[in-house]
């Protein structure tokens, strides 16, 4: 099957500094993809859908400025969280649209984000 | 909120047991997907089921849909403790190009061995 990588898998920083996660879709091309947050014992939220070449698309409550995202290339998408504080630490997991088969979304293995 | 509903909120069953788990949702849907969670790790994909479809297998997995009662039901056969894991619906709706998904609230699910 398809495969998703995020990267890094673990990130521990400092409150104040802004951290970027990757995320790569590995054998097929994505122009969708999608991030999600899980907090413990929580379900997935989806945060923003993410276009190739265009801005991202924000759910209600999402703050744009707080979680940049760039979708530079049909293989890449990265999520900046920027300016940290410990209410950001949580689980964020990528999944990508494969462009050629409609309904499939493959999810990467996630980042868990720890802000001290 | 548009989440759906999952329940059991948990179900511990011992191996070699049927687990079954339901998931409500409240819009109208182009398909219902469900997916299983390991602690900490990423999601991996169980089977899809179309609105215009009432059941499917896959293995062990049957998934019944509702969508008069917007509904549906995932069933594990013969469970074993490898199954051990959260398992979520989510719903892609009608219209849009984005087929962004609506995550239910999840069951833990623990088989005891």
């Known amino acids: 099957g398809a495969v998703v990588s995020q990267h890094p898998s673990r990130v521990i920083c400092k409150s104040g500094t802004s951290v970027k996660i990757e995320c790569r879709s590995l054998?097929?091309?994505?122009?969708?993809m999608f991030w999600y947050r899980q907090f413990p014992k929580k379900s997935l939220m989806l945060m923003a859908t993410?276009?190739?070449?265009?801005?991202?698309?924000?759910e209600q409550g999402v703050e744009k400025d707080k979680f940049l995202i760039n979708h530079a290339s049909l293989t890449l998408s990265t999520l900046t969280v920027t300016s940290a504080h410990p209410e950001d630490s949580s689980f964020y997991i990528c999944?990508?649209?494969?462009?050629?088969?409609?309904?499939?979304?493959?999810f990467g293995p996630g980042t868990r984000l720890t802000v001290l | 909120s548009q989440q759906g509903e999952e329940d059991p909120q948990a179900l511990s069953i011992q191996e070699g047991e049927n687990a079954t788990m339901n998931c409500s949702y409240k819009?109208?849907?182009?398909?219902l997907q469900w997916y299983r969670q390991n602690s900490g790790r990423g999601l991996v994909h169980l089977i899809l089921?179309?609105?215009?479809?009432r059941e499917k297998h896959s293995g062990r997995l049957r998934v019944t849909l509702d969508t008069s009662k917007k509904s549906s039901s995932l069933l594990i056969t013969a469970s074993r403790a490898a199954d051990t894991a959260s398992y979520f619906c989510?719903?892609?709706?009608?219209?849009?190009?984005?087929?962004?998904?609506?995550f239910g609230t999840g069951t833990l699910l623990a088989v005891q061995p």
């Open positions: 999944s990508a649209k494969d462009f050629s088969r409609t309904d499939t979304q493959y």
């Open positions: 054998d097929f091309q994505a122009t969708t």
């Open positions: 993410s276009n190739e070449g265009s801005k991202a698309t924000y």
């Open positions: 819009t109208s849907i182009n398909n």
């Open positions: 089921i179309r609105s215009n479809e």
């Open positions: 989510a719903t892609a709706a009608y219209g849009g190009a984005t087929n962004k998904l609506i």
